[in-house]
């Protein structure tokens, strides 16, 4: 298949695949199982992403005075640590479901990790004809060492000054829709400078400030032709929100600045296996599931942020590092006035 994750990462391109099955293929065990199965398996890969889209919201706690501005293209990139990639399968968790062979509970690939060697699964079944059945099932796999353990994401980012110590922010992904990719992303943020406020603030040798800025993120990738299913118009739809609230300092320099801060992120990311699948219980019937299942992911992390900018005339870049439950950085290149 190409991989699920193709829409959520933006910028991730993976070729064609070597797993024969999506994250439909439990459907035969029945929706709860497929559904419990797709929550863990996605879960890792939507929590990154909504780590990767909040960084680089700001690069300096200095927010630019009445009409000056900033023009920025940011690359981000949260980092996949090796217990991202897998996560534990207890097969007493599900109706229909064993292990073909081991123990019932399994290390197996989320969508950032893969399974080497294969994993299959026995999954049983009621025959209306020949009762209780089984067939055997491979396990879906995940990007795997095509990621280079980065989950990216990248825009362009507007900025602009108001005056009395704020700053109005935007950041905007072009529109991508293809046959079987489709995906947008946008966000806004404001930033208030606490240090403009107070007396004597061009003494002050750093700058405060707080931040608060939204990302929302939407996407459909066409499974229809690596689904192991037969059916029509069989998609995972994803829309995924996140909220950054941040306080940040920074030097006040002329070339070179550092800054930092102390953030909290939050968010959530739902997904949606929609269009018809025809599951074939024996050689002789079949039952047609309409849009299965829809699971989601959330998080909620306190994160810290270093980083360094430098400032030669209408150029700058910026550097940035995040600690946090998935650890990110991000460059940008920014040009701007004042």
Known sequence: ??????????????SAAKAQNDIDVLLAAGVEDAERFANDYLAPGTNGIM?????????????????????????????VKDEDKMFSMDTADYNNVQFV???SVQNVASVLGENDPDIYVEVEYDDPIFGSQTVELELPQGIGDQSKNLLPTAFVQ?????????????RYFPKVDTDEVTFNLYGAGLQLEFTEWLPADKLWPVALSALVAYNHLDGSYDITDSSGIEGENQRLENDTNTWLFQLAVSTKLPVFNLYGGLGYITGKSDSDLLGNYRVTNGPLTSETITDPFSVSSEVSSVRGTVGAK?????????????LSEFDAFSVGVNFGFR
């Open 1 to 14: 298949m190409k991989k699920i994750v193709l829409f959520i990462a933006l910028c991730i391109s993976v």
């Open 51 to 79: 780590y990767s889209l909040n960084a680089n919201w700001f690069n300096s706690a200095k927010v630019k005075p009445l009409g000056g501005f900033e023009i920025s293209v940011i690359a981000n990139a949260s980092l």
């Open 101 to 103: 062979q081991g123990p």
């Open 158 to 170: 507007g900025a602009i000054g108001l005056g009395s110590g704020i700053e109005v922010k935007a």
């Open 310 to 322: 430098l400032k030669l005339g209408f150029f700058r870049i910026n550097a940035e590092y995040h």
